[in-house]
């Protein structure tokens, strides 16, 4: 099992550029999500997918939209790029909920992250 | 919105030293997570907590979930240089999703 994979590892996109990120699971989770790592500021959730067919909002979805095109795979993509959207990139997938009742939780795989440059 | 936060941002210490740091929540959390993440790659989940006061410990890393379910702290015991990395502690929300600390980024000297 490859787990979570991303493409591409690394990028560099002029001002305006647009590019989607692919991210696969062979996990088969139904749940996905996108984050953005910037320094100092932990990984920040941008969207997530909670089953195939539905996407919502994290904390910082401006500048991105995603699509869930099948159970195994969810992109993110960039129409305009920004400089702002200078970042590493990371895909998740989780499953079904561990332990039980209020203390239960979903443990996040995550996949090795995408570095975009935006010039 | 939930913040987590993380101190210390970053520690250089010699290789055989101890290691602490720890997380506070303005909000309560169910569940607290510990991820680390090697250069390069992406956060690896360490340790996981859901009982308030529980002391959980695999192998060199030990944490423990505060009482009032808004803290956690996270302890390495004799530091090895494959112990360099972000630690991250996350609080698991009932929707499902994650808030991250800001990382703590360690160094280890051999």
């Known amino acids: 099992n490859a787990g979570v994979t991303q493409t591409p590892k690394f990028q560099v996109l002029k001002t305006g550029q647009s590019m989607t990120l692919q991210c696969a699971q062979d996990m088969n989770h139904n749940s996905m999500y996108w984050y953005r790592q910037d320094p100092g500021m932990g990984l920040r959730l941008i969207y997530y997918?909670?089953?195939?067919?539905?996407?919502d909002k994290g904390e910082v979805p401006n500048g991105y939209n995603v699509s869930r095109l099948n159970k195994r795979e969810f992109s993110l993509r960039l129409e305009s790029a920004a400089p702002s959207q200078t970042s590493v990139y990371f895909c998740?997938?989780?499953?079904?909920?561990?332990?039980?009742?209020?203390?239960?939780?979903?443990?996040?795989?995550f996949g090795p992250g995408t570095r975009l440059t935006v010039l | 919105g939930q913040q987590l936060n993380q101190s210390p941002q970053s520690m250089f210490i010699q290789e055989g030293e101890d290691v602490s740091m720890n997380c506070t929540s303005s909000s309560i959390f169910n569940t607290w997570l510990w991820y680390k993440q090697d250069p390069g790659e992406g956060p690896v989940l360490l340790i996981a907590l859901y009982k308030a006061g529980e002391l959980t410990s695999n192998g060199r890393l030990t944490a423990q979930f505060g009482i009032t379910r808004k803290d956690s702290f996270l302890n390495i015991s004799a530091s090895i240089p494959s112990d360099v990395g972000i630690y991250f502690c996350?609080?698991?929300?009932?929707?499902?999703?994650?808030?991250f600390g800001q990382g703590t980024e360690l160094s280890v000297k051999p």
């Open positions: 998740a997938s989780s499953g079904p909920l561990l332990a039980g009742g209020s203390h239960s939780y979903n443990e996040q795989f």
């Open positions: 997918s909670a089953s195939e067919g539905t996407t």
């Open positions: 996350a609080g698991h929300t009932q929707g499902g999703k994650l808030i």
